[in-house]
């Protein structure tokens, strides 16, 4: 066997390769798609407040600079994670 056909088989290894971590990486950007999604998907929930709370957390929320939807949502997951801490 010549260098020509070493080269070119050396070649052939490299490309099946290339193939095979190219369908590994489209597999793992569709995995990360489809958790990024599910994150989004956010449920609704009614939720009643006293008006004095409601108020407190208007006001949190305006120096966090947050929605109050988001200050709301904050609050409860950085309860959930010291929870999860403890």
Known sequence: MNEEQKLNEKEEKLKKKLEQLETMERAIREKEKAVKQKEKAKKQIVLRLAPSLWEEI???AEEDFRSIN???????????????ES
């Open 58 to 60: 208007q006001r949190w």
């Open 70 to 84: 988001g200050q709301i949502e904050y609050l409860l997951t950085e309860c959930v994670r010291r929870r999860k």
